[in-house]
């Protein structure tokens, strides 16, 4: 599975709060909560496969700030015909703001799918979003629910149940020692994903991330694999370690 990082698409990073998370006023997934995807299409007769899929996302990401008042894309992944892997837009950490059933927000994770209304899916599109499923499976098995106006589409092409997928576990963010605010925002994808992050994603190297990495660290030097200090600071020693306990999980 090849997931394509936020900061390959944009280099913004989505505001604290949205309008319309001011819900419930917790922003993120709750893990039980969460019961399946939801697939959504442009409403359009464009030819999607001739088309970046950068810049849709993009456009997504702009027409949701200026005319909807979001701070972000509301979808949390995305999908396209024409590149190969899953695209992060909002990301698995923050909760939807893609369903006019507002509380569907909380439990289905939004997907979007860049197909046209008469463009026939493409076999790599297809790959995609089997691969996306199985990301959301793999970090939430009871997900397993599939919704969305284009399910006919896929209907009898995709697996429905986590026990035919193949789940893989994400890789640990890469390491720069110039580590910006998109590059923040990836680190706590990752360290959100195995439960040490739990607030939302605001792509900030603050005192939740920090705390975060450095429970990180810990549970890292109890098990052996980390030999340095608990410090916090998410650097080269820490993602060796964090590969090296990967590794031994397989």
């Given at each position: 599975?090849?997931?394509?990082?936020?900061?390959?698409?944009?280099?913004?990073v989505?505001?604290?709060?949205?309008?319309?998370?001011?819900?419930?006023?917790?922003?993120?997934?709750?893990?039980?909560?969460?019961k399946?995807?939801?697939?959504f299409?442009?409403?359009?007769?464009?030819?999607?496969?001739?088309?970046?899929?950068?810049?849709?996302f993009?456009?997504?990401?702009?027409?949701?700030?200026?005319?909807?008042?979001?701070?972000?894309?509301?979808?949390?992944?995305?999908?396209?015909?024409?590149?190969?892997?899953?695209?992060?837009l909002?990301?698995?950490?923050?909760?939807?703001?893609?369903?006019?059933?507002?509380?569907?927000?909380?439990?289905?994770?939004?997907?979007?799918?860049?197909?046209?209304k008469?463009?026939?899916?493409?076999?790599l599109?297809?790959?995609?979003?089997?691969?996306?499923?199985e990301?959301?499976?793999?970090?939430?098995?009871?997900?397993?629910?599939?919704?969305?106006?284009?399910w006919?589409?896929?209907?009898?092409?995709?697996?429905?149940?986590?026990?035919q997928?193949?789940?893989?576990l994400?890789?640990?963010?890469?390491?720069?020692?110039?580590i910006?605010?998109?590059?923040?925002?990836?680190?706590?994808?990752f360290?959100?994903?195995?439960?040490?992050?739990k607030?939302r994603?605001?792509?900030?190297?603050?005192?939740?991330?920090?705390?975060?990495?450095a429970?990180?660290?810990?549970d890292?030097?109890d098990?052996?694999y980390?030999?340095?200090?608990?410090?916090?600071?998410?650097?080269r020693?820490?993602?060796?370690?964090?590969c090296?306990?990967l590794?031994?999980?397989q």
């Amino acid at each position: 599975m090849k997931i394509i990082s936020r900061s390959q698409w944009t280099p913004v990073v989505p505001k604290i709060v949205t309008g319309a998370e001011d819900f419930t006023g917790t922003p993120y997934f709750r893990n039980l909560e969460v019961k399946g995807i939801s697939l959504f299409t442009p409403d359009s007769s464009a030819v999607y496969v001739e088309i970046n899929p950068q810049s849709i996302f993009n456009s997504e990401r702009v027409q949701a700030f200026t005319q909807k008042g979001f701070g972000d894309i509301p979808y949390n992944l995305g999908v396209a015909g024409n590149v190969d892997g899953v695209f992060c837009l909002r990301g698995l950490c923050n909760k939807s703001a893609a369903h006019s059933n507002i509380p569907m927000n909380s439990t289905h994770v939004a997907v979007l799918v860049l197909v046209g209304k008469e463009e026939p899916p493409t076999d790599l599109l297809l790959n995609n979003l089997l691969s996306c499923r199985e990301l959301v499976l793999a970090r939430w098995p009871q997900a397993t629910e599939v919704n969305g106006s284009t399910w006919d589409i896929w209907d009898n092409k995709l697996p429905k149940t986590s026990s035919q997928f193949h789940c893989t576990l994400p890789e640990p963010f890469s390491y720069s020692s110039e580590i910006g605010n998109v590059l923040v925002f990836e680190l706590i994808e990752f360290l959100a994903y195995y439960g040490y992050y739990k607030a939302r994603n605001d792509g900030i190297y603050g005192p939740i991330c920090h705390n975060s990495v450095a429970e990180l660290q810990n549970d890292l030097l109890d098990g052996e694999y980390y030999r340095k200090r608990v410090d916090g600071i998410y650097g080269r020693y820490t993602r060796e370690a964090a590969c090296n306990w990967l590794r031994s999980l397989q």
